[in-house]
T-cell receptor, first 110, second 116 residues
C-alpha cells in the first residue's frame, strides 16, 4: 500500500460547482498534512496546511480525519483558474520529509 | 520571503556533458531537498540535506551528485546522464528537524532538463 493515495481523476466540473478531493495515508503516526497546487509545467505551491480542527481559507476548506486516516479538500464556487493538479502531502512522524500523493487533476469548464 | 531560487530554468545537455543545477534559499531553512518529476507523476524524492549534511539518498544513480556548500545553497552535479533522466528537477526547503517536523516545504520553479 502506498504511503499517500489519491484518486488521480480528472475531476471535470462546471464553473460554480463544489468539488471535494480525498487523500488517504497509511502511517497512523503521521503528524503534518498539506495540500499543494501544481499548474502544468510549474512547481508545486502550498495551498494550505491541514489542521486537526479543520481550516478554511476563502473558498477552500481542509479537513483531517485521524481515525480514518484521510484528509480532504473542498473547493466551493469553482473558478476556471482552479484548474490544476492538487497534491496531498504528508510528513511522517519524526520526519520533516514531505511524501507526495500522485495528485488529483481538476478541470473547471465554462 | 518564501522564495527558493533555482538556476537554470531550462537546460539541454548531451550524454557526455557535465553540468550543475543550483538552488538557493534565504529563509534559514535547515532541510533542503532535490526531487525529480516526470510528466503526470508526483515529485519523487532524490536527496535530503539536513544541517548541510546528506541525510537521505533514495538510491539515486551516481551520475547525480549533490553538494551543499553552505546552509543557503544546494547543488546537483550531473554527469553522463541518459535521455530517460530528462525531467523537471525541483529543489525544496523546509525548517527541518525538531519543531520543523510540522513545517511545510517551499519549492523552487524547477529546472527543466533535456538530455539528448
Amino acid at each position: 500500500r502506498k504511503e499517500v493515495e489519491q484518486d488521480p481523476g480528472p475531476f471535470n466540473v462546471p464553473e460554480g460547482a463544489t468539488v471535494a478531493f480525498n487523500c488517504t495515508y497509511s502511517n497512523s503516526a503521521s503528524q503534518s498534512f498539506f495540500w499543494y497546487r501544481q499548474d502544468c509545467r510549474k512547481e508545486p505551491k502550498l495551498l494550505m496546511s491541514v489542521y486537526s480542527s479543520g481550516n478554511e481559507d476563502g473558498r477552500f476548506t481542509a479537513q483531517l480525519n485521524r481515525a480514518s486516516q484521510y484528509i480532504s479538500l473542498l473547493i466551493r464556487d469553482s473558478k476556471l483558474s482552479d484548474s490544476a493538479t492538487y497534491l496531498c502531502v504528508v510528513n511522517r512522524r519524526g520526519s520533516y520529509i514531505p511524501t507526495f500523493g500522485r495528485g488529483t487533476s481538476l478541470i473547471v469548464h465554462p | 520571503d518564501t522564495e527558493v531560487t533555482q538556476t537554470p530554468k531550462h537546460l539541454v545537455m548531451g550524454m557526455t556533458n557535465k553540468k550543475s543545477l543550483k538552488c538557493e534559499q534565504h529563509m534559514g531553512h535547515r532541510a533542503m531537498y532535490w526531487y525529480k518529476q516526470k510528466a503526470k507523476k508526483p515529485p519523487e524524492l532524490m536527496f535530503v540535506y539536513s544541517y548541510e549534511k546528506l541525510s537521505i539518498n533514495e538510491s539515486v544513480p551516481s551520475r547525480f551528485s549533490p553538494e551543499c556548500p553552505n546552509s543557503s545553497l544546494l547543488n546537483l552535479h550531473l554527469h553522463a546522464l541518459q535521455p530517460e533522466d530528462s525531467a523537471l528537477y525541483l529543489c525544496a526547503s523546509s525548517r527541518g528537524g525538531g519543531q520543523g517536523n510540522r513545517a511545510e516545504a517551499f519549492f523552487g520553479q524547477g529546472t527543466r532538463l533535456t538530455v539528448v
